[in-house]
């Protein structure tokens, strides 16, 4: 960008907006650099992306959620994945309880009773949007106490260039210049690295976002403080609402059991089920137990009952699997291993791993579903014990998973807001963003501590794989304790997953390959196997000699590489003067033109 | 990211009868690389667009 604000840079207003299929959220970053995610009128900061229109008048949030068992047909609910899209290429099921979208022209309409005295009219999806970002604006806009005319908004990763030029007109009816879209788990991420105990490292990040109708994963290297997504997983069929139906059919039978009538083949008893059960789902993210109420549930009987937690997980298991699968795929997609999602184990031989400070590995667990505890739990034991689950119940300074698309947005909103419009997207154009990645790791060849008191050399990782160009990096190594001369080998390196066999026990009678597929117990009767990473150097880049370095002394090496791949490195014992500094030359471009 | 990373391991020693004119040796150039979208987001990648669009050096950049 630019030195400063340009000479005639509009007067920006700006927050952040996170706009889901089931939720929506708010969040503005004040002049002290907090993000804080903003409360409609009626106190919500998750609020339902649904409109319904009663005697003409227009409901929004939770309220207008409410509407979905009075007044199903007039109320417009899980739209957001329908924008920009052609009619023929949705899934209208989210909205079988809802208005169902209809063709209008290529595009997706409602056709819904939105003004008093009239017959229905089709409204497109286009304009739903404006009118639920128009709610937003000003429910920002009232708490703010100024008019908000600009913002940042999510989108998924693979939201196509229609989708987004859709939401961005959508936008633009609403009086919302969209200074930027960005992808939902890269302002998730943002939400927790903008914390101020955080500090720059290089880091993998898992970033599964778990909502009501889709989830998504996606993997992200985080290098010098940018971001590079490396794979993503998608699934349109898995989210909250499947959870829901599992509350929903066990109360519904149990209601059967008493009153021989299924309360789901009654519309507004399942609704009723639909809105109380996904309550009690939220209940049991907190409480071991949680109760379910509903007036007339169907043939005017009332009915309450109670689940326990224990009951809920045991019956959601297949579908707490489906999610854990979805995650394992992304990690598969990129390449790599759950291991991989792990503090970087360097030494091979080192009977205890040394671990890099500065480098780390997270799970951010976001989206509304990513409450439930179970499947914190479940993540947990898939990764290494040392992978950080960002969830709320198992991390004590978690953020609220609903909260961190929205707090992103907010964030990367204040950074920009004092930019010129064109200044922003000459920044964002791939003459910018595309940029050459390391497809190695760059590291030096260390002692690895033995328990035979014996040293072996082995490799370890300076500059992580995936790094973009340029970059540069600084690290201090030991010298033995007698001094003298030493060799600094930089080379890169690639890692491998090393499977230690169990010495294998005589085998007991097998049932003859049977298994049993549905058994809800993760019990691993396979004998476990132990595996590791191991670094191992794959090819020579240098070698320098440092003379005489005191013992007890460091040496510093800087790696310096370049776009083109030239590298500089210096080396030199600290405290002396000198040192060793040499160029080594980027490669011969190929014949495919890369470099 | 210019502070020193320290890391508590050893360099190996000198192997015997090894030479090099100027202390150092070249053996190789890096592997190609990947070419990759970095997200256009966060306080980092605006320095990096500074940097890019104005066709600066990170030491350029410190001053
Ligand atoms: N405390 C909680 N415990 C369990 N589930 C919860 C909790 N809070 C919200 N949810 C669930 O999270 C889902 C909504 O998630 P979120 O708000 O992230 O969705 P979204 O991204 O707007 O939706 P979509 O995935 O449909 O695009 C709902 O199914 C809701 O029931
Ligand atoms: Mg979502």
Same mark, same amino acid.
């Given at each position: ?68 068992? =009075?007044?199903? $047909? ?6 957001? /994945?329908? %924008? #920009? +899209? ?6 209208? !099921? ?36 404006? =009118?639920?970002? $128009? ?6 806009? /009232?708490? %703010? #106490? +100024? ?6 908004? !999510? ?39 903008? $914390? ?400 | ?63």
């Amino acid at each position: 960008m630019s030195e400063g604000p340009a000479v005639n840079a509009a007067e920006w207003f700006a927050i952040g907006i996170s706009f889901g299929n089931s939720n929506s959220s708010i969040a503005y970053t004040g002049p002290d650099g907090k993000a804080e995610v903003i409360a409609n009128e009626e106190g919500d900061r998750q609020i339902p992306s649904i409109l319904s229109y009663v005697d003409g008048e227009e409901f929004h949030g939770t309220q207008a959620k409410l509407q979905l068992i =009075r007044n199903p $047909r007039d109320t417009v609910a899980y739209f957001r /994945d329908y %924008l #920009g +899209k052609d009619y023929t290429s949705i899934d209208p !099921t989210p909205c079988h309880q809802s208005a169902h979208p209809q063709q209008s022209d290529s595009a997706v309409a409602f056709s819904i009773h939105d003004a008093n005295d009239e017959g229905p009219s089709s409204i497109t999806v286009s304009e739903i949007t404006t =009118r639920h970002l $128009r709610r937003l604006k000003q429910s920002a806009s /009232d708490f %703010l #106490g +100024k008019a908000v005319n600009a913002a940042v908004i !999510t989108v998924p990763t693979n939201s196509s260039a229609a989708q987004r030029g859709a939401l961005i007109s959508s936008a633009k009816r609403a009086g919302i210049e969209v200074l930027q879209l960005v992808h939902e788990p890269v302002a998730e991420l943002m939400a927790y690295d903008a $914390r101020p105990e955080t500090v720059v490292v290089d880091k993998l990040v898992v970033v599964a976002d778990l909502g009501g109708t889709r989830s998504d994963a996606s993997v992200i290297a985080s290098r010098g403080g940018m971001y590079t997504i490396l794979a993503t997983a998608h699934d349109y069929e898995l989210g909250g609402a499947n959870l829901d139906q599992i509350i929903i059919d066990h109360f519904a039978k149990e209601f059967m059991k008493k009153h021989q009538i299924d309360p789901r083949e009654n519309e507004r008893g399942l609704a009723k089920l639909k809105l109380e059960g996904e309550a009690t789902k939220k209940a049991l993210s907190l409480g071991t137990n949680a109760t379910l109420n509903i007036e007339s549930l169907t043939n005017g009987i009332d009915f309450s009952s109670t689940i326990n937690r224990t009951r809920y997980e045991l019956l959601a298991g297949k579908v707490f699997s489906q999610f854990t699968n979805l995650i394992e795929q992304a990690v598969k997609k990129a390449g790599l291993d759950v291991l991989d999602i792990n503090e970087v184990c360097g030494l091979s031989q080192a009977v205890h791993c040394y671990t890099r400070k500065t480098h780390e590995s997270q799970v951010i667990l976001s989206g509304g579903s990513s409450h439930t505890p179970k499947l914190a739990s479940r993540l947990q034991s898939i990764f290494p014990v040392t992978t950080k689950i960002l969830a709320p119940s198992t991390f004590p300074t978690a953020l609220n998973p609903s909260d961190l698309a929205a707090r992103g947005a907010a964030i990367q909103a204040s950074l920009i807001q004092e930019f010129d419009k064109e200044d922003i997207e000459q920044s964002i154009h791939p003459m910018v963003t595309v940029t050459p990645h390391l497809s190695n790791a760059i590291g030096v060849r260390l002692l690895s501590p033995s328990v035979l008191g014996e040293s072996s050399p082995d490799f370890q990782p300076l500059i992580d794989v995936e790094t973009a160009l340029p970059a540069r990096r600084v690290t201090q190594y030991r010298v033995s304790n007698t001094g003298g001369d030493v060799l600094v080998r930089v080379c890169e390196g690639v890692r491998e997953i090393k499977t230690i066999k169990p010495i294998p026990k005589p085998k007991e009678d097998t049932n003859g390959g049977e298994t049993d597929a549905d058994s809800e117990l993760e019990s691993d009767e396979e004998e476990e196997e132990i595996r590791q990473i191991v670094w191992n150097e794959s090819r020579p880049i240098a070698e320098i000699a440092l003379k005489d370095v005191k013992s007890g002394s460091k040496v510093e090496v800087v790696v310096n590489i370049n776009s083109d791949l030239g590298l500089q490195v210096t080396a030199r014992a600290i405290g002396s003067r000198g040192g060793v500094r040499f160029a080594v030359d980027a490669p011969n471009v190929t014949s495919d033109g890369s470099i | 990211m210019a502070t020193a990373e320290v890391i508590p391991l050893t360099l190996p020693p000198l192997p015997e009868g090894w030479n090099a004119e100027k202390d150092f040796k070249i053996l190789g150039t890096l592997s190609n690389a990947t070419q990759r979208n970095i997200e256009p987001v966060g306080p980092h990648f605006l320095a990096h667009a500074r940097r890019k669009r104005h066709r600066r050096t990170f030491s350029e950049d410190e001053r």
